[in-house]
């Protein structure tokens, strides 16, 4: 047996984690074609490699299918209910940093808080006759926070992609998503609202509380966290 180790297969996520595992004493590398997902672990015995998609990685150490695993902790709150008993925090790596934030059209002047998008989906809702669409790929998030908030005259629209767009097509009034520089937000005259965001997420190693572990396999992750410095 070894232990299975689940890193983004492609993207800056992937290049800094390996350069995070390099720096201490983990070479983590990808073999083979360009195009092929297979990869090599040296500087430890026992540890195997598997590249996947940054959003499919909380799923697979819920299900035990990999031991550790480096993805977004807003993938993982998102993707996971009861997301602390399915999976450990091990160590939050210092890159990845994104904020799940809420953003309205920057020409909504009246628009800055919470309180205020209430009141403008109130009366979008009376105005329109159906609720203010705001646009996102993380529901669960978006919707404990905005009930929280005190939101509550709106939908949810799904948006895998290219979120901040949707706006202008005209198939949403607002959007939640992820934001690093601004820059994409600025580019479609969108503003934050007032308050702190929905999260702040950072690159994460996790262990899987739910992957079975044979005697052998708890040294080496013992070891393995070790060399990385990590509880
Ligand atoms: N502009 C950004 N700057 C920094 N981190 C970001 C940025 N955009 C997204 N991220 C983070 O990167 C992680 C992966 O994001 P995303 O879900 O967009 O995956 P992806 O790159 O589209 O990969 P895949 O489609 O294979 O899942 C998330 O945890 C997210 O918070
Ligand atoms: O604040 P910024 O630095 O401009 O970054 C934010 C953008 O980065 C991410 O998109 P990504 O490039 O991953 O593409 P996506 O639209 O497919 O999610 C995110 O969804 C935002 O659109």
Redesign the pocket.
Known sequence: MTIKLGV??????MEKTFDWFGARGVSLSRTGSEREYSGAVEGIEGVELVLL????IPRELAAGRIHLGV?????VQEKLVQWDQKVQVLAELGF???DLIVAVPACWVDVNTLDDLDAAAAAFRARHGFRMRIATKYHRLVRAYLHAGGVADYQLVDSQ?ATEGTVKNLTAEAIAD????GETLRANHLKLLAEAPVLR?Q?TLFRSRVAQLSEADRGVLRALCAQLGVE
């Open positions: 983004p297969s492609k993207g800056r996520l998609s940054a959003g499919e993805t977004g902790i807003d993938l990845g940093h994104a992609g992820i934001t690093s520089s997420s690159a």
